[in-house]
């Protein structure tokens, strides 16, 4: 079976490089066509799946896409998008100008690469852990504890949490070789205590906690996994939450045998990522679409049928298609009070700082944890455990607990980052970040 298995995607491969052959994709990319962004056209053989590839690609370049217009009715396929650096200006730098021509255009492997770019690819530099589960006050000090009593260092990570539910992808390393974890006794027990942690006392949602040796699309792999978890189920929301919800629209247009769907909600980076990734893994395809985000507010439309080629045909299959449109949207919404994290990375890092979280009650709702160079540069989006907004001083225990210039408030002018003190506060708790022997408190023992 297997060798069937991998003759059947030689065969596809193969196919695949031919019809690439015939009709290579062209990338023009123009910096005069608008005033106010860079204008790349990308032109390619037609394959399910094409748009979510190109869209990943430029979102993982840091690109905002202000515009964008999608054609791919018949073989062909056809996007033309605006884009802008971080700053909002166009594109002047002809190293990542080539590097778009290069990645997009007719010598590149692009589509053949990233095909398989949410399965597991092998990887020696770390160990991929997936986990979902409820979520509650605490749960990510209790994981990164039981990690670090596991001998784990946890290099990337990136949390989300969305209507009950919370969902991470982390990449740990082993705290003596730096290396991917390999042996199958140790990821056995890993997968377990993990499991168990996620599990709590709740007895009616199911946990999963996946490990491998592979290399995943987090944020991608992220959406599957809530999706799967079905996050997009709702029960009993007040109001106020009801009235910051998208705008989505589902109706059909039968003479064309399409359905139109259309988004309007506050703008942010990488939406178009989240709604065209809901899409394609729910197995629709887009034919026609026109994107606007200049202004706060961002409009998408979508001409789609399913991949059988048929439009939707069912209430219950409309209102599942909002209802997970919805959610794709909101999981990324970062509610709470945003932290930066910069500091010389270490093993338990996260670990600690998310347990003085803890102790101080405060709850993660999204978190995105990178090293680089030997450098920890981490985000919290932080609410207190009933959800409320976080009261000042608290906040400012904390950053005396960790380090005012260590932690620092980003983004709201009513928590000013007020200038390094030398208090006994700061002194009691400063050889936290060096030494991680003065807090070394297990959650294993009490989930095994």
């Given at each position: 079976?297997?060798?069937?298995?991998?003759?059947?995607?030689?065969?596809?491969?193969?196919?695949?490089?031919?019809?690439?052959?015939?009709?290579?994709?062209?990338?023009?990319?123009?910096?005069?066509?608008?005033?106010n962004a860079t204008v790349i056209r990308v032109d390619s053989a037609n394959?399910?799946?094409?748009?979510?590839?190109?869209?990943?690609?430029?979102?993982?370049?840091?690109?905002?896409?202000?515009?964008?217009?999608?054609?791919?009715?018949?073989?062909?396929?056809?996007?033309?998008?605006?884009?802008?650096?971080?700053?909002?200006?166009?594109?002047?730098?002809?190293?990542?100008?080539?590097?778009?021509?290069?990645?997009?255009?007719?010598?590149?492997?692009?589509?053949?690469?990233?095909?398989?770019s949410v399965g597991v690819q092998p990887s020696t530099d770390h160990t991929?852990?997936?986990?979902?589960?409820?979520?509650?006050?605490?749960?990510l000090s209790e994981v990164s504890a039981v990690l670090t009593d596991l001998?784990?260092?946890?290099?990337?990570?990136?949390?989300?949490?969305?209507?009950?539910?919370?969902?991470?992808?982390?990449?740990?390393?082993?705290?003596?070789?730096?290396?991917?974890?390999?042996?199958?006794?140790?990821?056995?027990?890993?997968?377990?205590?993990?499991?168990?942690?996620?599990?709590?006392?709740?007895?009616?949602?199911?946990?999963?906690?996946?490990?491998?040796?592979?290399?995943?699309?987090?944020?991608?792999?992220?959406?599957?996994?809530?999706?799967?978890?079905?996050?997009?189920?709702?029960?009993?929301?007040?109001?106020?939450?009801?009235?910051?919800?998208?705008?989505?629209?589902?109706?059909?247009?039968?003479?064309?045998?399409?359905?139109?769907?259309?988004?309007?909600?506050?703008?942010?980076?990488?939406?178009?990522?989240?709604?065209?990734?809901?899409?394609?893994?729910?197995?629709?395809?887009?034919?026609?679409?026109?994107?606007?985000?200049?202004?706060?507010?961002?409009?998408?439309?979508?001409?789609?049928?399913?991949?059988?080629?048929?439009?939707?045909?069912?209430?219950?299959?409309?209102?599942?298609?909002?209802?997970?449109?919805?959610?794709?949207?909101?999981?990324?919404?970062?509610?709470?009070?945003?932290?930066?994290?910069?500091?010389?990375?270490?093993?338990?890092?996260?670990?600690?700082?998310?347990?003085?979280?803890?102790?101080?009650?405060?709850?993660?709702?999204?978190?995105?944890?990178?090293?680089?160079?030997?450098?920890?540069?981490?985000?919290?989006?932080?609410?207190?455990?009933?959800?409320?907004?976080?009261?000042?001083?608290?906040?400012?225990?904390?950053?005396?607990?960790?380090?005012?210039?260590?932690?620092?408030?980003?983004?709201?002018?009513?928590?000013?980052?007020?200038?390094?003190?030398?208090?006994?506060?700061?002194?009691?708790?400063?050889?936290?970040?060096?030494?991680?022997?003065?807090?070394?408190?297990?959650?294993?023992?009490?989930?095994?």
């Amino acid at each position: 079976m297997e060798a069937d298995w991998s003759s059947s995607c030689d065969m596809d491969d193969e196919y695949n490089k031919f019809i690439r052959r015939m009709n290579p994709p062209r990338v023009v990319i123009d910096n005069e066509a608008s005033k106010n962004a860079t204008v790349i056209r990308v032109d390619s053989a037609n394959k399910h799946g094409i748009l979510l590839e190109v869209v990943q690609f430029l979102t993982d370049l840091n690109l905002i896409i202000t515009k964008a217009y999608i054609s791919s009715d018949g073989g062909w396929f056809m996007d033309v998008f605006n884009v802008t650096d971080q700053d909002g200006k166009k594109l002047r730098d002809e190293g990542i100008l080539d590097y778009i021509r290069k990645s997009l255009g007719p010598d590149s492997c692009f589509i053949h690469s990233l095909r398989r770019s949410v399965g597991v690819q092998p990887s020696t530099d770390h160990t991929s852990i997936e986990l979902t589960g409820t979520d509650r006050p605490g749960l990510l000090s209790e994981v990164s504890a039981v990690l670090t009593d596991l001998k784990c260092n946890v290099v990337n990570a990136e949390v989300w949490t969305h209507n009950t539910r919370a969902a991470a992808v982390m990449h740990v390393t082993d705290e003596t070789t730096g290396l991917a974890i390999t042996d199958p006794e140790r990821l056995s027990k890993i997968k377990k205590l993990l499991c168990n942690v996620l599990k709590g006392n709740n007895k009616t949602r199911a946990a999963k906690t996946v490990v491998s040796l592979g290399a995943t699309h987090t944020e991608r792999r992220l959406h599957q996994m809530m999706f799967d978890d079905r996050d997009y189920e709702r029960s009993g929301l007040d109001t106020a939450e009801e009235n910051l919800r998208p705008i989505v629209t589902l109706f059909n247009l039968y003479d064309k045998d399409y359905s139109v769907v259309t988004i309007r909600c506050r703008d942010r980076p990488k939406l178009l990522f989240d709604t065209v990734c809901t899409l394609t893994d729910m197995q629709y395809v887009v034919f026609h679409a026109n994107v606007d985000a200049e202004r706060p507010e961002a409009y998408q439309e979508f001409y789609i049928r399913h991949i059988d080629g048929s439009p939707v045909n069912s209430e219950a299959e409309r209102e599942r298609v909002i209802q997970c449109l919805e959610a794709a949207i909101e999981r990324r919404v970062s509610e709470g009070l945003k932290l930066g994290l910069c500091t010389n990375d270490r093993v338990g890092l996260l670990s600690d700082v998310t347990r003085i979280f803890r102790e101080n009650s405060l709850s993660v709702t999204r978190a995105e944890v990178t090293t680089r160079g030997g450098k920890a540069i981490n985000t919290f989006y932080v609410r207190d455990a009933a959800g409320n907004p976080v009261d000042s001083k608290t906040i400012e225990a904390i950053r005396q607990a960790i380090g005012q210039t260590i932690l620092q408030v980003k983004g709201n002018s009513d928590y000013p980052n007020s200038p390094p003190q030398e208090s006994p506060t700061r002194f009691l708790f400063g050889g936290l970040f060096k030494s991680r022997s003065l807090y070394n408190f297990s959650l294993v023992r009490l989930y095994s």
